[in-house]
Nanobody, 123 residues
Framework: QVQLVESGGGLVQAGGSLRLSCAAS????????MGWFRQAPGNEREFVAAISRNGGSTLYADSVKGRFTISRDNAKTTVYLQMNSLNAEDTAVYLC????????????????WGQGTQVTVSS
């Protein structure tokens, strides 16, 4: 099955931007729907965005809609999360996840997870 490694996190000032990457290994990337989630200290893991296998369909949490963009490059087996207009509430560990079918916002529906990358937004 696919294995996932996130990168691109860091410290950014409020109003700034970051682009996260999630590199996948394994032959099933192009047949996997992908999602980004985040977890802040003391909070439950929450859905951020999802993208279908061919990249033609996307879903976003209301809290990030219009600011974040999910995309994927199947040739590079990588999924991205472009984050703009960041604010302190976006501070969290960001994790990518994979599942066979597109369309779920539920943590429990994703069987494969990366280890996460920390994003810290200073105000």
């Amino acid at each position: 099955q696919v294995q996932l490694v996130e990168s691109g996190g860091g410290l950014v000032q409020a109003g700034g931007s970051l682009r996260l990457s999630c590199a996948a290994s394994g032959r099933t990337f192009s047949t996997s729907a992908m999602g980004w989630f985040r977890q802040a200290p003391g909070n439950e893991r929450e859905f951020v965005a999802a993208i279908s296998r061919n990249g033609g369909s996307t879903l976003y949490a209301d809290s990030v809609k219009g600011r974040f963009t999910i995309s994927r490059d199947n040739a590079k087996t990588t999924v991205y999360l472009q984050m703009n207009s960041l604010n302190a509430e976006d501070t969290a560990v960001y994790l990518c996840a994979a599942r066979p079918l597109y369309g779920s916002r539920l943590v429990a529906d994703y069987p494969v997870w990366g280890q996460g990358t920390q994003v810290t937004v200073s105000s």
